[in-house]
Nanobody, 125 residues
Framework: QVQLVESGGGLVQTGGSLRLSCAVS????????VGWFRQAPGKEREFVAA????????YLADSAKNRFTISRGNAKNMVYLQMNSLKPEDTAVYYC??????????????????WGQGTQVTVSS
């Protein structure tokens, strides 16, 4: 059984910061690619950031570059999304996902096998 639990969301003012955490619970989980996506009301879910199994390669959406950082914790089952200089347009439910069996471009939802329930991020103007 694979479970992903996001935490760290909340309400923050424009220009503020939040750090989202993704805890992956899986047997023999020793490090797999993890991605962050978000879905704003009335919009499709979109890619935000991803990190490979080792943590040596990261990928960011254009909207996240220079503001967000994705990283792995010392415990391989933890992945973080540090979000700085937040804007109202960052308001969304943020989801993490893990790629255990599939392969392919980490920017696309279809390559992920398991998803978390999401955590709400609200940025007030």
């Amino acid at each position: 059984q694979v479970q992903l639990v996001e935490s760290g969301g909340g309400l923050v003012q424009t220009g503020g910061s939040l750090r989202l955490s993704c805890a992956v619970s899986a047997r023999a989980f020793s490090g797999y690619p993890v991605g962050w996506f978000r879905q704003a009301p009335g919009k499709e879910r979109e890619f935000v950031a991803a990190i490979d199994w080792s943590g040596s390669s990261t990928y960011l959406a254009d909207s996240a570059k220079n503001r967000f950082t994705i990283s792995r914790g010392n415990a391989k089952n933890m992945v973080y999304l540090q979000m700085n200089s937040l804007k109202p347009e960052d308001t969304a439910v943020y989801y993490c996902a893990v790629q255990l069996y599939n392969s392919g471009d980490l920017r696309y939802e279809r390559v992920y096998d398991y998803w978390g329930q999401g955590t709400q991020v609200t940025v007030s103007s």
